[in-house]
């Protein structure tokens, strides 16, 4: 069965670094998105990318983030200069139309991103 | 999306039948009812979703109340891989309606051996 891939699967890095979280949707998937999980909280939105831009954003992707497919595969989410409080699970998710009112995400098993 | 609300906490016996409830009292017309869970330290997973009628699937069974200001997510025999965080998500994609997932607290169902 198709599933979401993500690398890596732990990211440590310095404060004020910048971190580049990648993905690879299912192929025929046209919908990709970001989430994030701070540890023992909800699961949030980040930002929803179709053909190429971004098609919605949450008031927590701001300037410091920023997102990508680079090639026909990868989708990244990069954070150009990291904070404490950016220290969560990343998890990357596709879908295969948003036409379709039935539309599911399918989530990676994300990135567990330490900012220290 | 229209707001749920859910039980914190559940607990099931092994191999017995576990119904998780949810209140969307709010519901709209166009708003679809879907179920994710989220395993141990996985990401999130689609279980099942519905409009009106009940539903079925390998996973699991949607049942939805006539009004639809409430549905219940039936696991017919819950095995310890059930145990997971299940969460109801309302979707209204009609339109220009937002496709994002908006999660909130869910159910944390403890399966019991």
Not at chain 2, 10 to 30: A, D, K, Q, R, Y
Not at chain 2, 35 to 56: A, C, D
Request: proline share 5%.
């Amino acid at each position: 069965e198709p599933e979401v891939t993500q690398t890596p699967s732990h990211q440590v890095t310095q404060m004020g670094q910048e971190v580049i979280l990648r993905c690879v949707p299912i192929s025929n998937h046209l919908y990709f998105y970001w989430y994030r999980q701070i540890l023992g909280q909800k699961v949030e939105f980040l930002v929803s990318f179709y053909n190429n831009e971004i098609s919605e954003k949450s008031e927590i992707f701001d300037d410091q983030f920023s997102v990508e497919r680079p090639d026909g595969s990868n989708f990244t989410l990069k954070i150009r200069s990291t904070k404490l409080e950016d220290s969560a699970m990343y998890f990357c998710a596709s879908s295969e139309s948003r036409e379709d009112s039935t539309d599911t995400q399918y989530f990676g098993p994300g990135t567990r991103l330490t900012v220290l | 999306d229209a707001k749920t609300t859910q039980p914190n906490s559940m607990e099931s016996n092994e191999e017995e039948p576990v119904h998780l409830p949810c209140n969307h009292s709010t519901i709209s017309g166009t708003d679809y009812i879907h179920w994710y869970r989220q395993l141990p330290s996985q990401g999130p997973e689609y279980v099942i979703h519905g409009l009106t009628s009940n539903v079925n699937n390998r996973m699991a069974s949607l049942a939805i109340a006539e009004d639809r200001k409430s549905s219940t997510l039936i696991l017919h025999r819950a095995t310890l891989r059930d145990a997971a965080v299940y969460y109801c998500i309302l979707r209204d994609v009609v339109g220009a309606g937002s496709y994002q997932l908006t999660f909130g607290k869910g159910t944390k169902l403890s399966v019991i051996p």
